[in-house]
């Protein structure tokens, strides 16, 4: 785990990469100052920087690191674990139903497996760090209200 510092280089990654990939589109396609043979290269570089601070986001430790946040952290895995393998499902039936059930003879769980790690569609891994990252702030903001209300 990285020290708590990290998280304010986390949500400059984010941001920078937001604002970036905004300027980009607008100076490539509004003023036309970028030709649009970069805009691919660009969106890529701030696609990577995004990610790269959700990482660093996820990586970090609390300010009051404890066996509590140590449960919570598990309990958000176990979680978006349950939601990529549901969505992992549907989308798998929802394909055998408009394809026919043939698709599924030819998909194997390597090829699926690749499909989820390259990124290709909804279910890239992705997803699931910025899932688990939802899951996991949202379930402290409810420990952290709890706590305040029994203090009360």
């Known amino acids: ?20 990939i905004v300027l980009g589109i607008l100076m490539a396609n509004v003023f036309e100052i ?9 969106s890529m570089v701030m696609y990577i920087l995004f990610f790269l601070g959700v990482f660093v986001l996820v990586m970090t430790e609390e300010k009051d690191e ?35 059930f043939r698709s599924l003879e030819s998909m194997s769980f390597v090829t699926s497996l ?13 997803t699931y760090i910025i899932l688990y990252l939802f899951i996991f702030r949202i379930s402290i903001w409810k420990m952290r209200r709890q706590c305040k209300e029994e203090a009360e």
């Open 1 to 20: 785990m990285l020290p708590y510092r990290f998280r304010k280089c986390g949500y400059g990654l984010i941001i920078a990469s937001v604002l970036s």
């Open 34 to 42: 970028i030709p649009q043979t970069h805009t691919r290269f660009i």
């Open 114 to 126: 690749v499909t989820v790690l390259t990124g290709t569609g909804l279910t890239s891994i992705n």
């Open 66 to 100: 404890d066996e509590m946040i140590d449960s919570i952290r598990r309990r958000s895995i176990a979680t978006t674990a349950f939601v990529a393998f549901g969505f992992f499902m549907v989308t798998n039936l929802v394909m055998a139903f408009l394809h026919g």
